[in-house]
């Protein structure tokens, strides 16, 4: 496959995902994991992320230009934050969490060959302002999607917990639930992810609004994307706000937590989608 010079391959990085899960749950029947295999594990994590990383720079970066789309978003999503929690899990015991992140990336490195994106600019693979804002900007998104993925995990915890979620006692899914870390734990990775990501958000929506020229070659317009971008941010900083004036926690942080993630998504990824997929356009 040939798309304005990239040569897909993420039927590779897919495939030893896939094959760390397999591992990953073969590990699980047998019994406590080991230090030797744990650290195994991270390894096989780490080259992994390697390979997937490469397949995404020459995604995006090609011959022909900067080439992006939905699909090179959400494998990037995907791969920052499997990226965080590798690191993450040296210092947090939260290996229960890397099968679903694992998950993710397995199935999100197929999408840019599927989905090839389209050419943005031939120029802005040369422009390091540009790539800078690419980067922090990438970052951003994939730190407060994990964010978003490990509030949910919070909300089935805590439905399982006052029993409020139906699970078949010692079956696989209880089994993993238990796994979990406590949800104290929980909470405190989850505002790390979000201390972090709004951060980065905040100077990837201020760098646009203020260099839109120099970033992108035209000036600064309301659309959709901006427009939803800027209320993502309203929510995610009323979201910390919240937390630091009252303490604001459980079900009310988490449904905040995803209402402020929905509105990035659209401004992100669902703006690509439409503009690809549905209205077929660049």
Partial sequence: MDILG???????????????????????KTGVESPTASALIQAAILGTLVIHGIQLHDSVFTP???????????????WVGL?????????LPISSLRWVAILFACICTLLPDLFPGTLIS?????DPWFKGHFIVATISVGLLSLA??????????????????AIVPNSRAAH?????????????????????????LSLTVFSGLLFSQ???????VFDHKTI????????????????????LRGRAAIRWVLSAYTALLLAYVGSRFVLEVILQRV
């Fill in 64 to 78: 022909a230009g900067f080439v992006f789309g939905f699909a090179q978003d959400l494998s990037l999503i995907a």
């Fill in 122 to 126: 031939p120029k802005a693979v040369s």
């Fill in 83 to 91: 990226a965080f929690y590798w690191f993450q899990s040296w210092f």
């Fill in 228 to 247: 939803f971008a800027l209320l993502s941010w309203v929510l995610f900083a009323g979201l910390l706000i919240a937390r630091w004036r009252v303490g």
């Fill in 148 to 165: 978003a993925m490990h509030a949910m995990l919070m909300s089935i915890q805590d439905r399982a917990l006052h029993r409020q979620l």
């Fill in 6 to 28: 990239y040569s897909g391959y993420g039927y590779l990085p897919s495939a030893l995902y896939l094959l760390l899960l397999l591992f990953l749950s073969f590990r699980a």
């Fill in 176 to 200: 993993w639930l238990e796994d979990l870390p406590p949800l104290m734990t929980m909470e405190s990775l989850l505002f790390n992810l979000l201390y972090v990501g709004f951060a980065l």
């Fill in 214 to 220: 120099t970033l992108f070659g035209k000036p600064l």
